[in-house]
């Protein structure tokens, strides 16, 4: 009997050390790969740094402490993070891993943007949870140019190898500095944001129950703010694809429609830009979003802007408005509805039933808008055939007085002008709404 005993007990300690013997070295292992990953962004000439770094193997919960990471690249952010917990934590491969549940907590991530203009945008993110994850171990190089869009882009190529059931944030909070004196610094609040269904790329679902935002609004000798409250904010069904292809800095050929977005929804806006000016807008619907990566060039835009702030030359703002012409070719909404809009100024209420897209019509419906020299009412206004895209054409073009198109009345009523046909016209113009030619400058 005492030799049976005996035997239990070396057992029972045998086994308690190869417990243990194999916890340690899970955890090494575990240890080992964080830091490779912040061993890359050492490699890179990035900083990158951590503290404790723990193991529980019953669990499989891998917990990180105090991380700061500082990249090479000036475009990516600088973060800092108080706590990392991954639960569930397994490698199906030597390149991924994966976790049933992710907690983050104490998320600070700072970007200095260069171009077009110096600016400064600290975001703060007390938590963040994410269930079902499963990401590569470590990250793609960063190969980028120094360009806000070139910093888009590889975000989105990032974001593109991740996946997750869910992702949770209760609360971001933004600072923008754009400099002493210059307009766009200011403070904006995120609550409620959840997004479901993360699939490489594609995102079924993403919400924001409410944003907040206060900015600065530079004006010689005149300071003022616009404070804006944007509520039950959703977007469906969006595919980074193609816009990763349209932000490709070797350019995209693909000259297809590609949808990046289902629906893009809004419950209700609120901005006050100066005492005594406000806007209220209730319900906004955008359906069906798309764009063609051969002419959606924002980089090719930006490119033209002047770096040293400096208005543009005639010849600049011409090449200008094409690049924006070819932007606007290759951007489609399919329907955008605007609900009731009232403005509210020092003059008085302005009101405004709806204003409804589809394709190329655009309606305005129930304006009533006071006027100095009285009350303007009308219950619709129409244009038929609009294109943005010739009409970035025209601007340039109509300066000359021999090019500006005039309006004749239409054959088929005699309630509408139209523009005839030109070279900055690809098809008629309708105007519906008024018995006289002046309802162009409308």
């Given at each position: 009997m005492k030799r049976i005993l005996i035997g239990l007990i070396v057992a029972a300690v045998l086994g308690a050390g190869g417990w243990f013997g194999f916890n340690l070295y899970v955890q090494h292992r575990a240890t080992s790969e964080v830091e490779a990953a912040f061993a890359q962004i050492r490699a890179s000439g990035g900083k990158a740094s951590h503290g404790k770094i723990a193991f529980e193997l019953s669990s499989r919960t891998l917990t990180v402490e105090d991380i700061n990471v500082e990249p090479a690249q000036s475009q990516l952010a600088n973060v800092k993070v108080a706590k990392i917990a991954a639960v569930g934590v397994r490698q199906p491969d030597e390149r991924h891993f994966s976790a049933d549940s992710i907690d983050v907590s104490g998320v600070e991530a700072t970007f200095?943007?260069?171009?077009?203009?110096?600016?400064?945008?600290?975001?703060?993110?007390?938590?963040?949870?994410a269930r079902d994850f499963s990401a590569p171990i470590r990250g793609a190089e960063?190969?980028?140019?120094?360009?806000?869009?070139?910093?888009?882009?590889?975000?989105?190529?990032?974001?593109?190898?991740?996946?997750?059931?869910?992702?949770?944030?209760?609360?971001?909070?933004?600072?923008?500095?754009?400099?002493?004196?210059?307009?766009?610094?200011?403070?904006?609040?995120?609550?409620?944001?959840?997004?479901?269904?993360?699939?490489?790329?594609?995102?079924?679902?993403?919400?924001?129950?409410?944003?907040?935002?206060?900015?600065?609004?530079?004006?010689?000798?005149?300071?003022?703010?616009?404070?804006?409250?944007?509520?039950?904010?959703?977007?469906?069904?969006?595919?980074?694809?193609?816009?990763?292809?349209?932000?490709?800095?070797?350019?995209?050929?693909?000259?297809?429609?590609?949808?990046?977005?289902?629906?893009?929804?809004?419950?209700?806006?609120?901005?006050?830009?100066?005492?005594?000016?406000?806007?209220?807008?209730?319900?906004i619907t955008f359906d069906d979003i798309a764009i063609r990566p051969s002419k959606f060039r924002p980089a090719e835009i930006i490119a033209l802007v002047p770096a040293d702030g400096s208005i543009p030359t005639p010849a600049q703002s011409r090449d200008m408005m094409e690049k924006v012409a070819d932007f606007f070719e290759g951007f489609q909404?399919?329907?955008?509805?605007?609900?009731?809009?009232?403005?509210?100024?020092?003059?008085?209420?302005?009101?405004?039933?709806?204003?409804?897209?589809?394709?190329?019509?655009?309606?305005?419906?129930?304006?009533?808008?006071?006027?100095?020299?009285?009350?303007?009412?009308?219950?619709?206004?129409?244009?038929?055939?609009?294109?943005?895209?010739?009409?970035?054409?025209?601007?340039?073009?109509?300066?000359?007085?021999?090019?500006?198109?005039?309006?004749?009345?239409?054959?088929?009523?005699?309630?509408?002008?139209?523009v005839p046909r030109s070279r900055a016209w690809s098809r008629p113009t309708r105007i519906r709404g008024s018995s006289s030619p002046s309802t162009r400058s409308a």
């Open positions: 200095t943007y260069t171009e077009p203009a110096k600016l400064k945008a600290n975001y703060k993110i007390p938590q963040i949870t960063a190969s980028l140019s120094g360009s806000i869009i070139d910093m888009y882009r590889f975000m989105l190529a990032q974001y593109a190898t991740v996946s997750a059931s869910s992702i949770a944030v209760p609360t971001v909070s933004v600072n923008v500095d754009a400099g002493t004196g210059n307009a766009g610094s200011g403070d904006y609040v995120y609550s409620g944001l959840s997004i479901q269904n993360v699939d490489h790329g594609k995102i079924e679902t993403a919400k924001t129950d409410r944003i907040t935002y206060s900015i600065d609004l530079a004006q010689p000798g005149k300071p003022t703010k616009m404070i804006g409250e944007l509520s039950g904010l959703a977007a469906t069904d969006f595919n980074s694809t193609a816009v990763r292809a349209a932000l490709d800095q070797q350019g995209a050929s693909d000259d297809s429609f590609h949808r990046i977005y289902r629906r893009i929804s809004v419950n209700s806006y609120m901005v006050t830009t100066a005492p005594g000016v406000r806007l209220q807008v209730d319900g909404i399919g329907k955008v509805e605007i609900g009731k809009q009232t403005i509210e100024t020092p003059q008085g209420t302005g009101r405004l039933g709806a204003i409804k897209y589809d394709q190329d019509n655009i309606v305005l419906e129930a304006l009533d808008m006071p006027l100095p020299q009285g009350q303007l009412k009308m219950e619709r206004f129409a244009l038929k055939s609009f294109s943005a895209a010739n009409l970035m054409r025209w601007a340039p073009a109509s300066e000359r007085p021999d090019s500006r198109p005039r309006l004749t009345r239409c054959s088929a009523c005699s309630a509408c002008w139209k």
